[in-house]
């Protein structure tokens, strides 16, 4: 039996998110595209913002089986692809960023429609 890339899509979705997700709507993705906010240091590395809540968030995410990828994007910025099932939840998930309260971070939310796929997954950086 052949499965399309979308069906194979929505099967990993689910298999990432977990018996709960599971049970009820599929997640969609959403890309986030954090940018430096008004509390953002400005000359001071990424590592020295005060990110650490904002990690241990997308670290609980990512325990529920909520992120695809997530991390810095060059020097000033970070990158998310989140799971939601609707744009309001995923709006809401933002709303609870540690990095977006404090205004270290503003973000850009959007729906993300992958059309392609690798079979290799992303690799993790040191």
Known sequence: MRFGPLVLALAATLALAG???????????????????????AGAPMSQQGLGPHARYIGELQREG???????????????????TSLDEAKAILARDPAI???????????????????VPIPLAD
């Not at 018996?19 to 240091?41: D, H, I």
């Not at 992120?67 to 799971?83: M, Q, R, S």
């Not at 309260?101 to 059309?115: D, H, M, V």
């Open 66 to 84: 909520r992120i695809y990828a997530a991390g810095p994007l060059g020097a000033e910025k970070g990158l998310a692809i989140v799971g939601a």
């Open 101 to 119: 309260t404090s205004g270290i971070f503003t973000a850009e939310l959007e729906p993300f429609g992958p059309r392609f796929g690798g079979k």
């Open 19 to 41: 018996p709960a997700a599971a049970e009820s709507a599929p997640l969609k993705p959403f890309a986030v595209l954090y940018k430096p906010g008004p509390s953002w240091k």
